[in-house]
């Protein structure tokens, strides 16, 4: 794609094709995470037939500590995927990782249930969410590489948001689907028994649409460019020339992920077990708040193609190790679907300061020939650690009679984030995205 044609004006035709290239990406973007989130969303109706038990917070800890599981092989796909995209081009390896979520997705809507064939059905749950463990490790280093290079350099940080918008929305569509099923064509048993298999279906079949779009997508120049020199080092060799950068990803991603899957992918049980909404409720207040978390991502994005990347993150930091204690301890305390939408709300409105710019901020710390790859493996590592354990250890202290503790521990992985944020270089203003090498 070609550049602006002066600083201050970009050539229209340019800016439809960059429009266009950033759509197609961020589509798959979402198809991916709402075959990933589907899991979550109906996790309280397919967890019976997976894992026997006459206790429903055993049975949801089980399919947390799966949910967990997927995250650690998501460090062995932002290897694979990264050095796809680094070595043979973005747009390849974003076609395959979606490719692998419509495996996984299938997988999980016919494997018979435990009455059927026993410990083979956990077995089976366990290899797809493996499956699409790989393919989202991959996921997200391809497609934050593929949104920040065909975003012009001075609206970056609002383009790359919506690596975000769209993994959020994919969680939203699926809750979108459950509300659908619960309310509209289903009832509780009927969920409960076998509808808990359509949204899987779905994601299938959506799967595939987005890998069809893929496969025609446009390849970004600085890919293009980097191909004429292309490096014959392995990926991970090369990856090993950049220590700081790998150390600033674990880092600045740390408090970043634990917090983002808490307000996501944990809410979901907590409103439900610990606020005692009913299903419907809980669902329509996730909805809600992840809505409004959609909106933030483009304005914060926005914000710091203005102010820098840093003020944001330190901002996250700061009021993340100051408020998600209260946040949460308040809601333990209420019974009111409102009161939970607002305080969920409210720590989207510190927590979207580092889900709008994370993927920018670790695109700019490396050169095309390593970026996503520099990407995708550390963080990968990051959120196996810190962010799909999340849920299992909210569970744990939960199960052991000592749910608060969670809260603590998530404040203080939020406040070791900080002390990153507070030291580490703006990439605004000291970007490698022009660094082929």
């Known amino acids: 794609?070609?550049?602006?044609?002066?600083?201050?004006?970009?050539?229209?035709?340019?800016?439809?094709?960059?429009?266009?290239?950033?759509?197609?990406?961020?589509?798959?973007?979402?198809?991916?995470w709402y075959d990933f989130y589907a899991y979550t969303a109906f996790a309280l109706y397919f967890a019976p037939a997976f894992f026997p038990s006459h206790d429903p917070v055993v049975q949801q800890l089980n399919a947390a500590t799966l949910f967990a599981a997927g995250f650690l092989v998501r460090p062995l796909g932002g290897w694979l995927f990264g050095h796809l995209a680094d070595r043979y081009g973005r747009r390849l390896s974003l076609t395959v990782s979606v490719v692998m979520m419509c495996v996984g997705s299938l997988i999980i809507a016919l494997t018979p249930t435990y009455d059927t064939i026993g410990f083979a059905a956990p077995a089976l749950l366990a290899l797809a969410r493996i499956i699409e463990g790989l393919s989202l490790g991959g996921e997200y280093g391809a497609s934050a590489t593929y949104l920040t290079e065909v975003a012009d350099p001075k609206h970056r940080g609002f383009y790359s948001s919506f690596q975000y918008v769209t993994l959020i929305g994919g969680q939203?569509?699926?809750?979108?689907?459950?509300?659908?099923?619960?309310?509209?064509?289903?009832?509780?048993?009927?969920?409960?028994?076998?509808?808990?298999?359509?949204?899987?279906?779905?994601?299938?079949?959506?799967?595939?649409?987005?890998?069809?779009?893929?496969?025609?997508?446009?390849?970004?120049?600085?890919?293009?460019?980097?191909?004429?020199?292309?490096?014959?080092?392995?990926?991970?060799?090369?990856?090993?020339?950049?220590?700081?950068?790998?150390?600033?990803?674990?880092?600045?991603?740390?408090?970043?992920?634990?917090?983002?899957?808490?307000?996501?992918?944990?809410?979901?049980?907590?409103?439900?077990?610990?606020?005692?909404?009913?299903?419907?409720?809980?669902?329509?207040?996730?909805?809600?708040?992840?809505?409004?978390?959609?909106?933030?991502?483009?304005?914060?994005?926005?914000?710091?193609?203005?102010?820098?990347?840093?003020?944001?993150?330190?901002?996250?930091?700061?009021?993340?190790s100051i408020f998600t204690v209260p946040i949460l301890t308040a809601m333990t305390n209420t019974k009111s679907p409102w009161v939970a939408f607002l305080l969920i709300s409210a720590a989207w409105i510190f927590t979207a300061c580092y889900t709008s710019i994370n993927a920018v901020v670790k695109a700019e710390l490396f050169p095309t020939s390593i970026r996503a790859t520099g990407i995708a493996v550390p963080y990968a590592v990051t959120v196996s650690i810190f962010g799909g354990t999340a849920p299992a250890i909210a569970l744990w202290f939960k199960q052991a009679g000592h749910e608060q503790w969670f809260f603590y521990y998530l404040a203080g992985v939020i406040f070791l984030s900080l002390l990153v944020y507070s030291t580490m270089r703006d990439t605004k203003h000291q970007s490698k995205m022009h660094v082929h090498e």
């Open 1 to 32: 794609m070609s550049a602006a044609t002066s600083d201050s004006h970009i050539d229209p035709a340019d800016a439809k094709r960059r429009i266009k290239a950033i759509f197609i990406g961020s589509i798959g973007n979402l198809v991916e």
């Open 172 to 320: 939203l569509s699926a809750i979108l689907v459950l509300l659908l099923l619960q309310n509209v064509f289903l009832t509780h048993e009927q969920i409960l028994d076998w509808g808990w298999r359509i949204p899987f279906v779905i994601g299938a079949m959506l799967a595939i649409t987005a890998a069809l779009m893929r496969r025609d997508m446009h390849e970004t120049e600085s890919f293009l460019e980097l191909k004429k020199t292309k490096p014959k080092t392995s990926s991970i060799r090369l990856l090993m020339n950049y220590p700081r950068e790998i150390a600033l990803v674990v880092g600045l991603t740390a408090g970043g992920t634990a917090a983002f899957y808490t307000f996501t992918t944990y809410m979901q049980t907590f409103v439900r077990q610990t606020v005692g909404l009913s299903a419907t409720t809980t669902t329509f207040v996730i909805a809600g708040s992840l809505i409004f978390a959609s909106i933030l991502q483009p304005v914060y994005g926005a914000l710091s193609d203005r102010i820098g990347r840093k003020p944001l993150l330190i901002f996250f930091g700061v009021a993340g």
